[in-house]
């Protein structure tokens, strides 16, 4: 059924919280367009809010969700080859991961780095998906979206998407609007490996460097590392690696000399969010069912039938726990959807603490 009423969307977002829509809208098809933008508008003039859902790895349902969650499952992936590259133009509600695949197994190479990141081609521009060195905005070309508001099909070039360290355009009160349709990604045919954060593995063993061996390599490592979502629900990393100020970055090394950091472009420091968190003793924390993972600290897991409270609370937790430590804030790169914001963080570490 294209719309559905009091839905659950335990199966559309990974960490497994049922939490409830109002209002359902599976949008398979441009020729839903018309409809959709009807049942927007209909949502709007009774105050209710419209949430726009890929595979929901990277949203913590709080609560009910008392509007309209159109789940974005346009399909389609068309692919031009040209003298020197390949220009790939892919509906957004295609699998992100299987469209890495599908391009490494058709010798279409530049993808590698991003193999298993969860979620659909829609969402990849929103926090410029990132790993191993690479980002989304490596790739793009352009974005197409529709402006639920006034029904206009509209198209971003990759510069106007000001595509940063997790995050874009798309993620500003401007484009609240703005249901991405397509994305056009561009690849060159000259092959040049990222290998820098990705490859230990296979430099190890001797293999020579393929687009398919760093494929390889970077899979089996998240597979390692990172807890399937099927098994305890979670959304990855569930916060931002902080930048900080040089003279911020001098102070933590001076106290802790084999801190991890990352100087950037523009005289910041990037440091290692998981590395803070475990520094902080907290690896496998656990606030009712929600857990630090005890293997990647930057991943809170839904280890024993959590409530969004438990990891909503655990969240905060860290964020403070690491605030009285380091002094440095730790910004969710989860959206939280219905959450309670920042005014009780006191009360929640109290009754943590208590
Ligand atoms: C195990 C695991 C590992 C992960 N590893 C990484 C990683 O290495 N790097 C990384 O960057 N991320 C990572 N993530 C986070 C997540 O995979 C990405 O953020 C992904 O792009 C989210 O896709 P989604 O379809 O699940 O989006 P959702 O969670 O459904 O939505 C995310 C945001 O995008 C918006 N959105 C979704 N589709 C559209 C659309 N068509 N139009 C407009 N807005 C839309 C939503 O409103 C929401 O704000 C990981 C998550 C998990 C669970």
Not at 210 to 228: E, G, S, V
Request: net charge neutral; hydrophobic share 40%.
């Amino acid at each position: 059924m294209m719309i559905e009423t009091n839905s659950s969307l335990k199966a559309f977002n990974t960490f497994s919280i049922d939490a409830k829509t109002k209002t359902l809208f599976h949008f398979k098809n441009m020729t839903q367009l018309s409809e959709l933008l009807t049942v927007v508008k209909a949502v709007r003039s009774e105050n209710r809010p419209v949430l726009i859902l890929g595979a929901g790895s990277n949203i913590l349902f709080c609560e009910d969700f008392s509007g309209l969650v159109i789940r974005v499952e346009l399909t389609g992936v068309d692919i031009i080859a040209s003298e020197n590259s390949y220009l790939l133009q892919v509906a957004a509600g295609e699998n992100w991961h299987q469209l890495v695949t599908h391009c490494i197994d058709n010798g279409i190479d530049g993808l590698e780095n991003l193999a298993l990141i969860p979620g659909v081609v829609g969402a990849a521009p929103i926090q410029n998906i990132g790993a191993y060195g690479s980002e989304f905005k490596d790739f793009c070309e352009s974005v197409d979206y529709i402006d639920l508001q006034t029904g206009e099909c509209l198209n971003l070039s990759a510069a106007q998407c000001l595509f940063a360290y997790r995050d874009s355009i798309f993620k500003s009160k401007t484009m609240e609007n703005a249901l991405i349709t397509k994305v056009t990604l561009k690849l060159p045919r000259k092959w040049q490996a990222n290998s820098r954060y990705a490859l230990s593995k296979s430099a190890e063993s001797g293999l020579e460097i393929t687009a398919q061996t760093i494929y390889d390599a970077i899979c089996q490592t998240r597979n390692d590392k990172l807890p399937d979502p099927e098994q305890y629900g979670n959304a990855g990393s569930f916060f931002k690696n902080p930048v900080v100020n040089q003279k911020k970055a001098a102070q933590l090394l001076k106290a802790y000399p084999k801190m991890p950091h990352y100087p950037q472009a523009d005289g910041q420091v990037k440091l290692a969010a998981g590395w803070l968190i475990e520094q902080a003793n907290l690896k496998g924390k656990t606030i009712g069912g929600a857990a630090v993972h005890q293997q990647q600290a930057l991943v809170l897991i839904n280890q024993n039938n959590a409530s969004a409270a438990d990891i909503f609370q655990l969240a905060e937790f860290v964020r403070i726990t690491v605030k009285d430590k380091f002094k440095v804030s730790l910004e969710p790169e989860v959206r939280f959807i219905g959450c309670q914001g920042e005014t009780n963080l006191t009360e929640v570490l109290n009754d943590v603490r208590a």
